[in-house]
């Protein structure tokens, strides 16, 4: 069992820039995500990084602008926004991928975090 902790969402205006931390109760050794949901739609990929952080993955829409890292010495995952738009607004959510199947899938994820607000003003 792993718990997550997402943190660091809020307020900004479009064109800021904020930093998600997803701080997990113990080391997992997969590959973690990053989702999205927004008011009325369903969960979407954002980026993904495996457990070695050696590579990364990241949806068209969010591709130059975020930025996904992590540091298992201090079991976290991070996720850089930058340039936001108003269409970034929504809960941010980590997840570690225990499953197989593309990296993409939102089923092939488990242990997910509470997830954390992310509003861009216009």
């Known amino acids: 069992q792993v718990q997550l902790v997402e943190s660091g969402g809020g307020l900004v205006q479009a064109g800021g820039s904020l930093r998600l931390s997803c701080a997990a109760s113990?080391?997992?050794?997969?590959?973690m995500g990053w989702f999205r949901q927004a008011p009325g739609k369903e969960r979407e990929f954002v980026a993904a990084?495996?457990?070695?952080?050696?590579?990364?993955y990241y949806a068209d829409s969010v591709k130059g602008r975020f930025t996904i890292s992590r540091d298992n010495a201090k079991n976290t995952v991070y996720l850089q926004l930058n340039s936001l738009k108003p269409e970034d607004t929504a809960v941010y959510y980590c997840?570690?991928?225990?499953?197989?199947?593309?990296?993409?899938?939102?089923?092939?994820?488990?242990?997910w975090g509470q997830g954390t607000q992310v509003t861009v003003s216009s």
């Open positions: 997840a570690v991928k225990t499953g197989l199947g593309s990296i993409e899938l939102y089923d092939v994820y488990s242990y």
């Open positions: 990084i495996s457990w070695d952080a050696s590579i990364t």
């Open positions: 113990r080391r997992t050794g997969y590959a």
